[in-house]
């Protein structure tokens, strides 16, 4: 879902990296998020650690030289009418500020749906806590990720993910359940420990939570009252370093597709005018076929 002094938040496709684990309290499960809030791009965000860093301490960052390709994940059998939407329904590399640079294929948010990767038995545990029913939720959509697109000269960044549905109710269950009132307590309680660990190793070895993880719900100018921005914040401490880092996840439907926008930043969160932008951006690119 979201983060702070390094971006984070992008999923995993299942069957990738094994979910972590804490232990268990009584009365309590950890969902593993099978999905981007618990992997990411790991180069891109190293990059932008460097970055505040670099700015803190009046050195200059470098970014990976990474491929520009566009990343696709289909989980369910690859159907080809689905995929093409997909990739034609990604916001395109013109949308992002010019002086950005993309990261490359690697640098996808995979598994970018609210549901998408969970487990069965996980997506009922977080469907229960968010009180809301499971029965049109589609954890394995077929999916496009672009390349991640960062500022090399602060730790602005962010990324477009399409996730097809075999209709378009599977859509809509999955933007109402980011966008649900109960969506930060029960990311923070199911999901919040696997985050944590997931940013902290995305920044690198010696990086420390400075602080606790906190999702908000914020509201995007001219989106749909339907769409959802889920804002998650890590204080983090780095090579002497504290900051926070911010991830912002709007995600929009139309028709059988969902836009999931990630957009970080580094020591404040994702300037509203970029986030509205950007997220104007992706909502055109959606078709409703």
Known sequence: MH?????????????????????????????PDANRRTSGHGAARRALVGALVGSL???????????????TQAHKGPHAAAVALAHRELLAPSAYPARWEGQGASSGLTGAGFY??????????????????????????VEAAGPYHSDPNSGLGASDTVEVYPNAGAAEADVEAAGSAQAPSCVERLQGADLVQGTIEGIGEGAQAAGSLAVTLRTVP???????????????????????TYSDYIYIDKGRSETVLEVDNLGAAPPAALVERLAMSAQARLTGN
């Open 116 to 141: 998408v990767g969970l487990s069965p038995s996980d997506l009922q545990l977080m469907a229960a806590c968010l009180g809301l029913s499971s029965s049109a939720v589609d954890a394995s959509p």
């Open 3 to 31: 983060n702070s002094l390094v971006p984070t938040g992008t999923p995993k496709p299942a069957g990738a990296t094994p979910p972590t684990t804490r232990p268990e309290v009584p009365g309590e499960r950890s969902v």
């Open 222 to 244: 001219g989106l749909p009252a339907s769409a959802a921005d889920e804002e998650i914040a890590l204080p983090v401490s780095y090579q002497g370093v504290t900051g926070t």
């Open 57 to 71: 301490l009046g050195a200059t960052a470098t970014l990976a030289d990474l491929s520009a390709a566009s990343a």
